[in-house]
């Protein structure tokens, strides 16, 4: 069945510093989307990526979808502590699979 | 106005109860998931429901089952809780199946004792 993993599982980086998650699905799709999750809330839409080799940002965050539609990428520049909580990718073919997430913690 | 709302926020019971959680959308969407998040934060796929029909049943043990009486609204039970079924359960809502982004609801934390 359709699986997506993401790597890593756990970051901790000093304030300031950059951080990237990066999300790998077993079957080619249809869209990937991007979701932060604020500590003991809910998962939040960042964005949606559909194009093969779309590159999207959003202040200092920048998506990537790979050429073949199975991988993709969430970089942070510059973290802040606002920036901390599971990040998670989700790869849609005909339903929406979530991918293991990224849990990234700020040091001050 | 919520969008997806769930209810309980939480619950606590004790093994061997049966307990549901309600889950009710205003989005107008065709589509409603169940995801299970446990300590690890790993968010797992449980179910999913489109217009009212089960389309996704992910391995999921025969104590869990859903029921959807209406597209709007997607309820999970639970029968004989077990201590490992203790996590963080959310719905979502989505239109379509997948092409869209997702809406979720605050979760309800269910806690096992």
């Known amino acids: 069945g359709q699986q997506v993993m993401q790597i890593p599982q756990y970051q901790h980086v000093q304030e300031g510093e950059d951080f990237t998650t990066y999300c790998n699905s077993s079957?080619?799709?249809?869209?990937i989307q991007w979701y932060k999750q604020r500590p003991g809330g809910h998962p939040v839409f960042l964005i949606q990526?559909?194009?093969?080799?779309e590159v999207k940002k959003q202040k200092r965050l920048t998506f990537q979808f790979g050429e073949a539609k199975k991988n993709s990428s969430l970089h942070i520049t510059a973290t802040q502590t606002t920036d901390v909580g599971p990040y998670f990718c989700?790869?849609?073919?005909?339903?929406?699979?979530f991918g293991t997430g990224t849990l990234l913690a700020v040091q001050p | 106005d919520t969008a997806v709302s769930q209810t309980p926020k939480y619950l606590v019971t004790q093994m061997g109860n049966d307990k549901s959680i309600k889950c009710e959308q205003n989005?107008?969407?065709?589509?409603m998931y169940w995801y299970k998040q446990d300590s690890k934060k790993f968010l797992k796929i449980m179910f999913s429901?489109?217009?009212?029909?089960?389309?996704i049943n992910e391995t999921v043990p025969n104590r869990f089952s859903p029921k959807s009486p209406d597209k709007a609204h997607l309820n999970l039970h639970i029968n004989s809780l077990e201590l490992g079924d203790s996590a963080v359960y959310f719905c979502?809502?989505?239109?379509?199946?997948?092409?869209?982004?997702?809406?979720f609801g605050q979760g309800t934390r269910l806690t096992v004792v």
């Open positions: 429901y489109n217009n009212k029909e089960l389309i």
């Open positions: 990526l559909v194009k093969s080799g």
């Open positions: 989005l107008g969407h065709d589509t």
């Open positions: 989700g790869g849609a073919t005909n339903k929406l699979i």
């Open positions: 079957t080619t799709l249809s869209n």
């Open positions: 979502a809502s989505i239109l379509g199946q997948g092409n869209t982004e997702a809406f």
